[in-house]
């Protein structure tokens, strides 16, 4: 019994400390932030276009639209009291107070990428400024992961606290 266990707790600690030296070992080669485009490719990048998206089927992305305007929508978007350059400064202030590195801001949309904080997966951020009028605006916005199935819920919880530090900006704006 004492040499099973002995012999277990081997391959253990090798199945543990094996991908952990790979991915150590690969970060410093490639960098932290290439590692996982070196294993599994650049993902896809393509540009989100909102009236024509269908979200993917998988539960690591999260999807946030205002009433009727996307399939699929997670959750519903709120309408903001400002002008939509207001909510687009706003947003901005909060992907980049994030640390998230900026792939293209146009006057409507924002991309982003963020990524987790101990292995760096990359997640793609999309934010479609909707003006609603002089004075109201709302937003289109979709987190989703580059890679895998899952992500735990990041998408989801990345989304809701940037909705309400945007928020909270805006009410201190005024």
């Not at 199935?149 to 201190?172: F, H, I, P, Q, Y």
Request: proline residues 7%; charged residues 20%; positive net charge.
């Amino acid at each position: 019994m004492r040499r099973f266990l002995r012999s277990f707790l081997r391959v253990l600690v090798i199945v543990l400390l094996v991908p952990v030296f790979a991915y150590g070992a690969l970060a410093l080669v490639v960098g932290r932030d290439n590692v996982w485009a070196t294993v599994f490719g650049p993902g896809n990048r393509a540009p989100v276009d909102f009236a024509t998206l269908q979200p993917a089927d998988t539960p690591n992305r999260y999807l946030v639209c205002p009433p009727a305007q996307c399939a699929r929508a997670d959750a519903e978007s709120p309408v903001y009291p400002v002008p939509a350059d207001r909510l687009r400064a706003a947003w901005t202030e909060v992907i980049a107070k994030h640390g998230a590195k900026l792939l293209s801001s146009g006057e409507e949309q924002i991309d982003a990428e963020a990524r987790t904080p101990w292995l760096r997966f990359p997640d793609l951020v999309t934010v479609r400024i909707v003006p609603l009028g002089a004075d109201r605006s709302t937003a289109k916005i979709y987190s989703r992961s580059l890679y895998g199935r899952s992500d735990l819920g990041v998408n989801a919880a990345r989304v809701k606290a940037w909705m309400a530090e945007v928020e909270a900006g805006l009410r201190t704006m005024s």
